[in-house]
């Protein structure tokens, strides 16, 4: 019994310009969001103001 990958009879073509912007557009908005959730953690941001007690010590 002969066995064929369904992978082997799909063309393999690059995605759009558009899937890329939108890619690219994604992972700086999440390098983003990071950085500044990392210079609030830094800077103890938010250790004072209404919704201190939420924070973890």
Same mark, same amino acid.
């Given at each position: 019994m002969k066995t064929?990958?369904?992978t082997s009879q799909v063309s393999r073509t690059s995605p759009g310009p *558009?899937?890329?912007v939108i890619g690219v557009l994604m992972?700086?908005?999440c390098i983003a969001f990071a950085v500044v959730n990392i210079? +609030?953690?830094v800077t103890d941001y938010f250790a004072g *103001?209404? +919704?201190a007690e939420y924070t973890a010590k």
């Open positions: 064929h990958l369904i *558009g899937v890329t992972a700086l908005w210079v +609030f953690e *103001g209404p +919704f």
